[in-house]
């Protein structure tokens, strides 16, 4: 079995900085793909970062300078780092690793970024 659980989603001003963990059982960390993905209320969601085999990173046009992934094998770990937050990236974030071709979803964590 495997579980993904998010911490780090508050209210935030715009210009602000936070990071998102997903916390993952060892079992499905050890996959090759992890990935972050948020929606917005009445909107569908969209892919942010992700991270592939050895070196490959992704990021969106729309975050591509303010936000990285990364990870922590020793704590099945991974992160999202946003910076220079502004309220278009207000939306529920979700984490996303796929193991042996099966895609684990994170409960999703609330991000607001308003003034």
């Known amino acids: 079995q495997g579980q993904l659980v998010e911490t780090g989603g508050p209210l935030l001003q715009p210009g602000g900085s936070l990071r998102l963990s997903c916390a993952a059982d060892?079992?499905?960390?050890?996959?090759?793909?992890l990935a972050w993905y948020r929606q917005a209320p009445g909107k569908e969601r969209e892919f942010v970062a992700g991270?592939?085999?050895?070196?490959?990173?992704k990021y969106a046009d729309s975050v591509k300078g303010r936000f990285t992934i990364s990870r922590d094998n020793a704590r099945n770990t991974m992160y999202l780092q946003m910076n220079t937050l502004k309220p278009e990236d207000t939306a529920v974030y979700y984490c996303?690793?796929?193991?042996?071709?099966?895609?684990?979803w994170g409960q999703g964590t609330q991000v607001t970024v308003s003034s």
């Open positions: 996303k690793t796929t193991y042996w071709g099966h895609d684990y």
């Open positions: 060892g079992s499905i960390f050890s996959g090759n793909s």
């Open positions: 991270m592939y085999g050895n070196a490959m990173v």
